[in-house]
């Protein structure tokens, strides 16, 4: 399939129209199955902008796994656009950009990772690329830990405890992704840890200034800056 090349600020990213390979549930959750075409899949944390049918604006979502061949996506249907992602089936197919932003450094020593909720998507690319290290993860109900099935070996939790309760006194190299009070959370208990934080986003590349947050007294475009970001102390 025709696949254009779109250079953002120095960068490069492609754009292409992929075919849907399948859409599995899991809990309250959609994995979504494309095929890779000519995209590279980039470094665990970056992510991609999935062009959801009939909506005009289209949904960032952090690549979660990478078969040869695929790219996989977790989705949490919330808001129109995710709806309608969640809807696909194979045969279907979908414009997506990518890859985008900065994913995680992985020159790590003893790397731990930490997840709550859909914040879980990067993890399983992460995981793979990191040779299985420990993982922790925290959902809010039973139901939404169904989904701790892509990482089996992780140590789960669910509301009312908190998955940060969980963290060592030394808890090393921590790579984390979830909802900003998890994220803070680990900021304070984890000393340099890599975290991806989560905004909405209209253009994925800096340009609308939708995604700005202000984390660690900065204000960060997440689209550029982040998604994952180290210096948040």
């Known amino acids: 399939m025709p696949c254009d090349t779109v250079s953002l600020g120095g960068r490069e990213a492609r754009r292409e129209r992929l075919d849907v390979l399948g859409a599995e549930q899991i809990g309250p959750y959609t994995l979504l199955r494309l095929e890779r075409g000519e995209l590279e899949p980039g470094v665990p944390g970056q992510f991609f902008m999935l062009e959801a049918p009939g909506r005009p604006l289209p949904r960032p979502m952090s690549l979660c796994q990478a078969p040869p061949g695929g790219l996989t996506f977790l989705l949490e249907p919330v808001g129109p656009g995710t709806r309608s992602l969640c809807s696909l089936r194979p045969g279907d197919a979908i414009h997506v950009l990518g890859p985008l932003g900065n994913g995680f450094d992985l020159d790590v020593q003893s790397p731990l990772l930490v997840g709550g909720g859909v914040g879980i998507a990067p993890l399983p690319y992460l995981a793979e690329a990191l040779g299985d290290p420990p993982a922790l993860l925290g959902f809010r109900s039973d139901r939404h830990a169904e989904v701790a099935c892509l990482l089996p070996d992780a140590e789960v939790v669910v509301e009312p405890r908190l998955v940060t309760?969980?963290?060592?006194?030394?808890?090393?190299?921590?790579?984390?992704?979830?909802?900003?009070?998890?994220?803070?959370?680990?900021?304070?208990?984890?000393?340099?840890?890599?975290?991806?934080?989560?905004?909405?986003?209209?253009?994925?590349?800096?340009?609308?200034?939708?995604?700005?947050?202000?984390?660690?007294?900065?204000?960060?475009?997440?689209?550029?800056?982040?998604?994952?970001?180290?210096?948040?102390?």
Not at 189 to 195: D, I, K, N, T, V
């Open 165 to 233: 309760d969980l963290l060592p006194d030394d808890p090393g190299d921590v790579l984390a992704c979830g909802p900003e009070p998890m994220l803070e959370a680990v900021r304070r208990r984890a000393s340099g840890a890599q975290l991806a934080w989560e905004a909405p986003m209209a253009c994925g590349y800096g340009a609308c200034y939708g995604c700005v947050v202000e984390v660690g007294g900065r204000y960060r475009r997440l689209c550029i800056d982040g998604p994952v970001l180290r210096d948040v102390a």
